[in-house]
Structure formats: structure tokens, C-alpha cells
DNA sequence: TCGCTATATCGTTGATCGGCGATTAACGCT
DNA sequence: AGCGTTAATCGCCGATCAACGATATAGCGA
């Protein structure tokens, strides 16, 4: 009653109790946080979605569509198939990219496991 | 058929065309691009989950939670906070942090967006 | 073979991150 | 008023990012 952050009070221990938290899939955090790494720069979302938006692969004109250099472009599509989001292939002198649909699917789930754990959807947690 | 990146011949600009590929929602490319930062840390990510696990506020025992100094989880609930994701509201002297629902939905929602779009969804990009 | 085009890589520079210890600020309690 | 607790902030450091120009690499075509 104190405060109204927590309803179960959380001043004090009676909250914020002993219990272990055992996070269910830990390790899965660096994995989440490499997928977020990938998206966490303007430029890449747009190099993503530039690439969602061609059915497939936009070889190289991608450097077309934004105002950056040519390497900026090479460095942030190095960074998106590091992550594994894109993947490139060698056809003939251009590169083709495309999204790997697999490593989009698994990032999206790992996103959808950022749920709060409520017993009813009613109950706002208040702060 | 020189390429088996794109089935509809990425190679020449019959694929690349000239279509301005306006992108819907172009300017969102920054509200993602700051919720993918606030995940791209994995102890972010672990903050946030314990921030869910928690049913609310976790006040100050994620430090005991996690092999960072105060001020580190401190700097990284900072950046929770400017994302928008986690919310803090004080009572008394500890602080209450908890997440922000309608944030978590939005980024839900972005993260959504990045969808290929296919005509058909059997149809793989082959590449 | 010789260019031409398209990417990738290198090297540099300025800015930012991530971590820490130490200090400061805010609040409750005695 | 003074003390203890909690959280935020301040420097400081090494490491990394993001951007660029310049250079190297790889195919294709004439």
C-alpha cells in the first residue's frame, strides 16, 4: 500500500524474494541479443526490409537506394549475414542476398518469448 | 538459369529493376532500430526476461542476479529506459522497474512487420 | 588477354559502448 | 540531525562501431 509499483509490495523482501530464478532459456540470450544486434542500426532495418520487399535477392543496388558509400553497405550486409539473418551468394560478378527465412523465423520466436508471465491478462502490473 | 540465387534472374537488372521500392513504413526503420539496441546486450536481455519473470518491479536485486557491478546494471536499465521497453518508478529509496507492455507490444509489432512478402508460401527464394 | 563492372577488404578517424571503482543524490528511519 | 541503504552519475579505460576513401579481388564480355 506504500507504493503502487507492485501490487504484492515490493519495498519490501516480501516481493523480491529468494526465489532462484531459473530463466528458462538463458543461454538463448546471446543468441536473441545477436539477432538484435543485427537490426539495431537504421541502416540494416532498411537494408532488411529492402531486402523483404524484392521477392528475393537485390544484388547490389541496394547501395542505390540509401545514401551511404558502397562499403558502408558492404560493412552493414557483413554484419546482417554474420547474424545470419541474410545470406549471400556468388552469381557471377554481382552477390545475391536474401533473408534466410529460418533465422527470421527463429529470432521471431525468440522475440515472442519476451511475454510476461501474468495469471490474468487483466491485471496491469501498474508502474 | 545462370544463377539459382533468384528465379527470376537477379544477375541482369531485369530483376533489380527500377522500381522505387518505397517502403511502407520507412521511418520506423528507427523506432525498431532502437528497441532491436535495447536487446542487442545479452545481461539486457536477461535484465528484461527477469523483469518478466518477476510478475512486476524487481527493485535493485537484479545487481544480485547478475555477475555485473551496480553501476553496469545500472547503465543497462538506463538504456532499458531510454528504449522506452522499461519503465521505473521509485518508491521509497529502491526503484521499481517493470516492463512496459505497450512497448513490448510495439516492438512485437515491428519485429512483425519484417515479413517476406510471397505470393505464394511455398515458394522458397531458393537462395 | 584486357579491361569493366561489382564486391569485398584495408586502413583511418571520430564516436560510442561496456565495464569498473568511486562519488553523489535521494529517501527512510532512529 | 545524522546514519544507512539504494540508485544514479562521473571519470576512466580498452574495445568496438560506423563511416569513408582507396585499394584489391573476382567474373564476364569484347
Same mark, same amino acid.
Given at each position: ?8 509490495d ?36 532498411? =537494408? @532488411? ?5 524484392? $521477392?528475393?535477392c *537485390?544484388c +547490389?543496388?541496394? !547501395? ?14 557483413? =554484419? @546482417? ?5 541474410? $545470406?549471400?551468394? *556468388?552469381? +557471377?560478378?554481382? !552477390?545475391?542476398?536474401?533473408?534466410d ?27
Amino acid at each position: 500500500m506504500t507504493d503502487d509499483c507492485c501490487e504484492n509490495d515490493c519495498a519490501d523482501s516480501s516481493c523480491c524474494d529468494e526465489s532462484p530464478v531459473l530463466l528458462p532459456d538463458d543461454d538463448r540470450a546471446e543468441e536473441l541479443a545477436m539477432y538484435a544486434w543485427a537490426l539495431a542500426h537504421p541502416a540494416r532495418v532498411r =537494408i @532488411l526490409r529492402l531486402l523483404l520487399t524484392r $521477392k528475393s535477392c *537485390v544484388c +547490389g543496388e541496394i !547501395v542505390g537506394e540509401m545514401p551511404l558509400a558502397q562499403s558502408t553497405v558492404s560493412q552493414h550486409l557483413k =554484419i @546482417l549475414k554474420e547474424s545470419g539473418l541474410v $545470406k549471400g551468394e *556468388v552469381s +557471377g560478378p554481382k !552477390v545475391c542476398y536474401c533473408v534466410d527465412r529460418n533465422a527470421l523465423a527463429t529470432m521471431k520466436k525468440l522475440v515472442g518469448t519476451l511475454t510476461p508471465v501474468l495469471s490474468s491478462p487483466e491485471e496491469e502490473p501498474a508502474c
